[in-house]
């Protein structure tokens, strides 16, 4: 089911001061995909995740589940959680340290007061969904975290609904496991016809697990796409940043190509992959370090956006060298084979491709 978020305002009054949680957030989350929301603390996930599920009361604004309005400024409509028709899944596991696995589940049914033998064959075809077949009778407290964190799953998925909704779920897994858990809750939701809102404010999970990712700032989405094109293509420099890695310089446009961009820096002119801006206007130029290339300073001339200055610092991290070159006074961040002969206090050249150099707006 697709949610339609429209003109979402959330104020919070705290020590004489307002802080806008929600500044106005307009929003459709698509049916049937994973949809990450990504931002720093106290952008606003949680806040909108809350009103969604109808555990926040917005002040302002508009939200749809399908055809159903759920909540309503305008329309003085508040449909109370338990009939939004939603699965939650929260950071801690809420899960019932004294019930079994088997009445963890069950408790959505047995609230909905189903049939024995209804909430027994529904349990158990969910369980054996989350790979926890058999595990029915065992005390949830002697479960693995990962474990545990599929109950919680399980428990949201019983009651069989449209939508599901995370906050920060793996949050409190180790890194090994919340890396396999991601993987397998990845897979557990492709196989489901449902719409699955996460909450996250790790970049690498977010990429990892969506198919759509919307950023927010200070109480606003301020861009929406899929994995690769927040990473590789994003607009706005917070995101860039955000995202991961990256050079940012400072730039003004010299040219507008037919297919370029021309702009220049403090530390030389680049050309880069196209993209208009108003004249005048004051942006950035992001270069991921694993795009900046270093190169025979005897080919300079047959290569691109070239740029000469010193190994700063290397810094072994196994698959690469994370490193940064000295040009002017500009630190320039780059990723260095680990079988590369260069030394710190080389001279280097390095260059970097004009697809990979993008323009983004401050
Ligand atoms: P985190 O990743 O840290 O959980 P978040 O992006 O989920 O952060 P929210 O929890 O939605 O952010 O909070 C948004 C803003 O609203 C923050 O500035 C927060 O301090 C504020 N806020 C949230 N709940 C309350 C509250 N009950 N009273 C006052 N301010 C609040």
């Known amino acids: 089911m697709e949610i339609q978020i429209s003109g979402v305002k959330k104020y919070y009054h ?174 557990f939701l492709s196989e489901l016809q449902i719409t699955a809102v996460y909450v996250t404010h790790d970049r690498i999970e977010a990429l990892a697990l969506s198919d759509q990712i919307g950023v927010m700032r200070a109480g606003n989405i301020i861009e929406i796409g899929d994995p690769k094109k927040i990473y590789f293509d994003s607009e706005h420099q917070f995101v860039a940043d955000f995202i991961g890695r990256s050079n940012l310089l400072p730039v003004t446009i010299q040219e507008q190509g037919k297919d370029f961009t021309k702009v220049v820096s403090a530390i030389g002119t680049f050309t ?31 290569h691109q956006n070239t740029l000469t200055g010193r190994m700063h610092t290397m810094v072994f991290v196994g698959e690469v060298y994370e490193s940064e070159i000295m040009v002017g006074d500009q630190l320039i961040m780059v990723k260095v084979d680990p079988d590369s002969k260069v030394k710190e206090g080389d001279e280097v050249v390095v260059s970097i491709a004009a697809e990979h150099c993008l323009l983004v707006a401050r």
Request: hydrophobic content about 35%; aromatic content about 6%.
């Open 272 to 302: 880069c992959s196209k993209r208009e801006f108003p004249a005048g206007s004051e942006i950035t130029l992001c270069i991921r370090p694993e795009f900046v290339d270093l190169i025979d300073p005897a080919d300079k001339g047959k």
């Open 14 to 187: 705290s020590e004489g001061k307002i802080i806008k949680a929600l500044d106005g957030v307009n929003l459709t989350i698509p049916a049937n995909k994973i949809f990450t929301l990504l931002g720093p603390s106290g952008c606003g996930k949680t806040t909108l995740l809350r009103s969604i599920v109808g555990l926040e009361t917005p002040d302002e604004g508009e939200i749809r589940i399908g055809d159903t309005i759920v909540w309503s400024s305008e329309k003085r409509i508040d449909v109370p959680t338990e009939k939004r028709g939603l699965g939650m899944v929260f950071q801690t596991y809420a899960i019932w340290p004294h019930m079994d696995v088997f009445n963890n589940v069950a408790y959505p049914l047995q609230n909905m007061k189903l049939p024995k033998d209804e909430i027994e064959r529904r349990v158990e075809k969910t369980l054996q969904f989350v790979q926890l077949e058999g595990f029915g009778s065992r005390p949830a407290t002697r479960l693995s975290g990962g474990q545990q964190q599929r109950v919680a799953l399980a428990r949201a998925l019983v009651a069989e609904p449209k939508v599901i909704l995370f906050d920060e779920p793996l949050s409190n897994l180790d890194a090994k496991l919340r890396e396999e858990t991601r993987k397998e809750l990845r897979s």
